[in-house]
């Protein structure tokens, strides 16, 4: 097909559209990504929001009336979170919040390198890219030294609205919320008034921050990332029970 070029590696296969050719390289705190012929969003800039404890049919309505689209309906995600033995991206050791994961989302699997922006705004950098298998992309990884030290389940409704994303995320032994994504802070502050809901008080962070907010006991070191499987079926953790 035109336009479209692709590698296999490993059993992997990356896929690569726009009629990029040559080599990308993404440098991730010192780890060099292989070098695939690929396409990546490379460090794109995101704004997001969320609003926590909403539920969902209260949100469906609301995005109906505002003439949102569903592109994709509930379904169950799984995640393999990754980071080097020393876990410097999730602890920031180099002084930001970073994560690598991979995702399969029910109709493709995704790679995805993320870091809190520098820039004093409530932003995310992003690479990402597609990949054809959740498994192998996974080995990938533990063969070159990096460690999957969690291993998650969630469930998401995607919405669309002009240019921005709403997502309608559940996350085990936490209420349902949603996120607003966007290119801008404009657009996204637009699209939240458009559903009803105060921009200046929607909170701002990851969802195992979010997690804080209904285990606020937990300690600054303590994560949900400690948790080795993170499922639906899975028992409430005796710790984190105590510290709600």
Excluded at 173 to 187: F, H, L, N, Q, V
Aim: contains cysteine; hydrophobic residues 35%; charged residues 30%.
């Amino acid at each position: 097909m035109e336009g479209v070029a692709a590698c296999r590696i490993s059993g992997i296969f990356i896929k690569s559209y726009q009629n990029l050719e040559g080599m990308c390289l993404a440098e991730l705190h010192g780890f060099a990504f292989t070098r695939f012929p690929c396409i990546l969003k490379c460090m794109q800039e995101e704004i997001e929001v969320k609003y926590l404890d909403v539920p969902h049919d209260e949100a469906q309505e609301r995005l109906k009336r505002a003439g949102a689209v569903c592109k994709q309906q509930m379904r169950m995600m799984r995640r393999a979170i990754i980071d080097y033995p020393d876990r410097r991206l999730q602890t920031g050791l180099h002084g930001a919040w970073a994560s690598v994961r991979v995702r399969d989302e029910g109709d493709r699997v995704t790679c995805t390198y993320k870091h809190v922006a520098s820039d004093g705004k409530d932003s995310m950098h992003e690479i990402e890219f597609t990949v054809s298998s959740y498994e192998n992309a996974v080995e990938l990884f533990k063969a070159i030294g990096l460690d999957v030290y969690t291993k998650q389940e969630t469930k998401r409704e995607t919405w669309q609205l002009g240019n921005v994303e709403i997502e309608l995320d559940e996350w085990p032994w936490m209420p349902p919320y949603i996120e607003i994504e966007g290119p801008s802070e404009e657009d996204v502050r637009r699209t939240a008034e458009m559903l009803g809901y105060n921009f200046d008080k929607a909170f701002r962070g990851s969802s195992y921050t979010a997690y804080r907010m209904y285990y606020p006991k937990m300690s600054p070191e303590e994560t949900v990332d400690s948790i080795k499987h993170l499922t639906f079926d899975g028992k409430l953790p005796q710790w984190l029970a105590e510290r709600q």
